[in-house]
């Protein structure tokens, strides 16, 4: 398993924007897909944003005009940029990678929109 290493989590207002970013620490994971899930309190984990090695994306239709998920695979990172954040946005934040087939987790950012 590989260590992730999330960042960018906070309390913003509605309409306001975050990025989010996930780094894996080796040399050659051959990242196979990075994606991002959250968690709302009371609400199973559900898939925000994938991105595949060749760049394929997909969102779920909640955030889908709003959010955009990028990677760097020189630097084993991904990025979630979060536009015109509404308070269903609210949860807890997971970075996932996928390597040979195996995943890794992040272990989770605060994202909490209020106003």
């Known amino acids: 398993q590989v260590h992730l290493v999330e960042s960018g989590g906070g309390l913003v207002q509605p309409g306001e924007s975050l990025t989010l970013s996930c780094a894996a620490s080796?040399?050659?994971?051959?990242?196979?897909?990075m994606g991002w899930y959250r968690q709302a309190p009371g609400k199973e984990r559900e898939l925000v944003a994938g991105?595949?090695?060749?760049?394929?994306?997909n969102y779920a239709g909640s955030v889908k005009g709003r959010f955009t998920i990028s990677r760097d695979n020189a630097k084993n990172t991904v990025y979630l940029q979060m536009n015109n954040l509404k308070p269903e946005d609210t949860a807890v934040y997971y970075c996932?990678?996928?390597?040979?087939?195996?995943?890794?987790w992040g272990q989770g950012t605060q994202v909490t929109v209020s106003p």
């Open positions: 996932k990678f996928v390597i040979g087939g195996l995943p890794s």
């Open positions: 991105i595949t090695i060749g760049g394929t994306t």
């Open positions: 080796g040399r050659g994971l051959g990242i196979n897909v």
